[in-house]
């Protein structure tokens, strides 16, 4: 499925397909940052206006499933990672 | 032990991540015959360890390095690699988490290549041969030869 990167949406991101949404966050995505949750690895990715979480069975090889929210909350897990010089560049 | 492992072309990667060490190293086991991956916790590391070769050493065919690294980040080792006229010509790849305008033209200004890091198996299992396309027709031939 192609996707016009300027419209997506977080319901856009939520209805595409697994190999469109690894896509679209390898090409688009600004990491944030990763954690270990539950014996599964987490990584952050800031997409336009909403955030990706994606969590890995196996890191960057298996994705057990993605969280993704339009909520600053979803940064709680990650603020000590994040550097207010990269954010600025943003 | 120092002659055999000569013959080995030598890929120095940089990245304070070690599950990222670990997935490139398992990437470059089938063509672990050929090629020794040198692992640095960050830039000091990468430019202590190359720094620190001897002219009769042979200097690595590939360096990899990640943007984001504490001390040294990977952004500042190339411009200090570029300025040290035995590493100015080496392939070096910004490899990182965010495929960032600004870092692409970072590297481009350096003469370096740029690789964001895979997201899931299928991409993964093709980065190898992506990094090795960097190199040089003649180190791509030894690399690639009776895997």
Known sequence: M????NDVTILTFESLPYNSK??????EG?????????????????????????????????????????????????????????LILV | MMESMYKKNI?????????????VQEAFERYASNVK????????????YLNSLLPIEPAPCLIILDI???????KEALVQIRKTERFAHIPIILFTTSSQPQDKMFAAKHKAG?????????????IADIFIDHCSDEIKRSIRVAQ
């Open chain 1, 30 to 86: 600004i990491y944030v940052g990763k954690r270990e949750l539950n014996g599964l690895t987490a990584v952050l990715y800031q997409v336009h206006s909403f955030y990706v979480e994606i969590f890995f069975m196996q890191y960057r090889r298996q994705v057990k499933c993605f969280h993704v929210s339009e909520s600053t909350h979803i940064l709680n897990p990650y603020l000590d990672q994040i550097e207010v010089n990269e």
């Open chain 1, 2 to 5: 192609s996707v016009n990167n």
């Open chain 2, 68 to 74: 984001n690294m504490p001390r040294v980040d990977g």
């Open chain 2, 37 to 48: 991956i040198i692992l640095a916790d960050n830039g000091v590391e990468a430019l202590d």
């Open chain 1, 22 to 27: 690894t896509q679209l966050l390898y090409k």
């Open chain 2, 114 to 126: 740029f690789i964001t890091k895979p997201i899931d198996g299928n991409q993964m299992r093709l």
């Open chain 2, 11 to 23: 890929i120095l990667y940089a990245d304070d991540d070690k599950d990222d060490q670990q997935l």
